[in-house]
């Protein structure tokens, strides 16, 4: 097929601040948890002290450099760029009551930037980070008050870049808070399902206030939230796996469908009564919940299956899940298994579950990279990678699904959540800088560059 995609289809790449800023202690910021976990978000967490040398500490400078590497996406033809505004530079510990004019005016320089050359940014609130401050003095997520705190920032950022920004996310990959919680929720790996719950609630009634709030200040923006998209197939056809693969996507599911329909599903009642789990929900909190998101976005690396068979049962570590290997699918280096497919049927089973507009906010395969002698890199697997990716979303826009965008994961090389490592790469530009810290931090365009720009430029036909 070689249609080509909707005029109006938003192609770019996504990156999060923490993940490429670096500057951690520069003009003001405050020190976020993302600072504390130096080995990742499943690492341990350590105490930091000025002149630590961790490898988010630099990163890729992008606080610095940002002009050269938006002039490289937008010689690669973006039309949206994906970033995240880290919290701390704002409000460095969180209960300010004033934000951090040096942080606030860090953005807008971006965002300028971004404008030049006619790329819409789409800004994510919280990515993985939030400001330590709120976790030491006030509990993290765990605190009601930081339902206030949380809104506090969203309406000062709104506010500021209220004639810049027009496309909102709430919370990254939200459905992480149940994994990792320290990360997700700011609250110690070991606590129980209860405390994540009550806290994951106050999460969502934040992200519900903060949708309120955009469509108060920004009234032409569009709000949405993210979700980890990760379906789980039954690794058989014996209805008990059928049923299980329902049950188990309900745990990612009901993020979205609390944030999308305003209001908890039936079988999370069940399912908390089962685990013991009761959780406080005032009246003012469902109230807050109807205000729903405008779009649906999500990252897609993988699939996974589930099984209720105990010799089956053999799990292993995928991106965040703990997930049944599927015996007809190729893995990355990393063991993340690679399902193209798997794609047009989240998209379809998404847009059929709540008919809301769609935006793929991350895709992308991490791999090693190798830099010839000539300073060349052929990334022929990332292209394979993202092709057959991208076919699979032409399709589900061929079966009727309203898909805005696609904004591939880490366009430039950038540090891995998981790993906090840079030997993992996802770009199309190429970023000098080894996993000890070492290298010069100079950009390279790959092969993949020149192959993304013209599949930009052609709308999809050169797929
Ligand atoms: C998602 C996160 C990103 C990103 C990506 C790739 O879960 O939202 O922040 O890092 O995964 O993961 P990794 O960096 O671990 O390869």
């Not at 995240?84 to 040096?102: C, H, K, L, V, Y």
């Not at 919940?289 to 995928?318: A, P, W």
């Not at 998209?347 to 060349?376: C, H, M, T």
Request: aromatic residues 12%; contains cysteine.
């Amino acid at each position: 097929m070689t249609t080509a995609f909707p005029q109006h289809f938003l192609w770019g790449g996504a990156v999060a601040a923490n993940q490429v800023e670096g500057a951690w202690q520069e003009d003001g910021k405050g020190v976020s948890t993302s600072d504390l976990q130096p080995h990742g978000i499943f690492g341990e967490r350590v105490e930091r002290q000025a002149g630590d040398c961790g490898i988010k500490d630099v990163a890729i400078d992008f606080y610095h450099r940002y002009p050269e590497d938006i002039k490289l996406f937008a010689e690669m033809g973006f039309t949206v760029l994906r970033t995240s505004i880290a919290w701390t530079r704002i409000f460095p510990q969180g209960d300010e009551t004033q934000p951090n004019e040096a942080g606030l005016a860090f953005y807008d320089r971006l965002f300028d930037e971004m404008a030049k050359y006619n790329i819409t940014p789409l800004v994510t609130l919280s990515h993985y980070e939030m400001p330590f401050g709120l976790v030491k003095n006030h509990g993290g997520w765990g605190n009601r008050k930081t339902i206030d705190f949380f809104e506090n920032y969203a309406r000062t950022v709104f506010t500021r870049y209220k004639d810049k920004v027009k496309h909102w996310l709430t919370f990254n990959e939200i459905n992480m808070s149940l994994h990792a919680p320290f990360t997700g929720v700011g609250l110690p790996e070991e606590s129980d399902k209860q405390a994540i719950y009550q806290a994951i609630h106050h999460q969502l009634v934040a992200s519900a206030r903060a949708v309120k709030a955009c469509h108060e200040i920004v009234p032409d923006g569009k709000v949405g939230n993210m979700l980890l998209g990760a379906m789980l197939y039954p690794l058989t056809c014996r209805p008990a796996d059928v049923m299980e693969s329902l049950q188990q996507n309900h745990d990612w599911l009901f993020f979205g469908d609390v944030q999308v329909r305003g209001y908890y599903p039936g079988y999370m009642n069940r399912f908390f009564k089962q685990h013991g789990i009761s959780i406080t929900i005032e009246e003012q909190d469902k109230r807050d919940l109807q205000h729903t998101v405008d779009f649906i976005s999500f990252s897609y690396y993988m699939t996974g299956c589930v099984t209720t068979d105990e010799e089956l049962n053999q799990k292993s570590r995928g991106n965040i899940l703990d997930m049944v290997p599927n015996p007809h699918l190729a893995s990355s280096e990393w063991g993340w298994q690679i399902d193209p497919e798997g794609l047009r049927y989240l998209l379809n089973v998404l847009w059929e579950r709540y008919q809301k507009p769609l935006f793929i906010v991350e895709n992308g395969l991490g791999a090693r990279d190798r830099v010839e002698a000539d300073g060349s890199i052929n990334d022929d697997y990332r292209i394979a990678y993202l092709n057959d990716h991208l076919v699979q979303v032409r399709e589900a826009i061929e079966d009727g699904v309203d898909v805005w965008g696609y904004t591939c994961w880490g366009p430039i090389d950038l540090v891995s959540a998981s790993k906090a490592e840079f030997s993992k790469r996802y770009g199309f530009i190429h970023v000098d800088r080894d996993d000890n810290g070492n290298g010069t931090l100079v950009r390279t365009r790959k092969k993949s560059f020149f192959w993304y720009q013209q599949v930009i430029s052609s709308r999809g036909a050169s797929l």
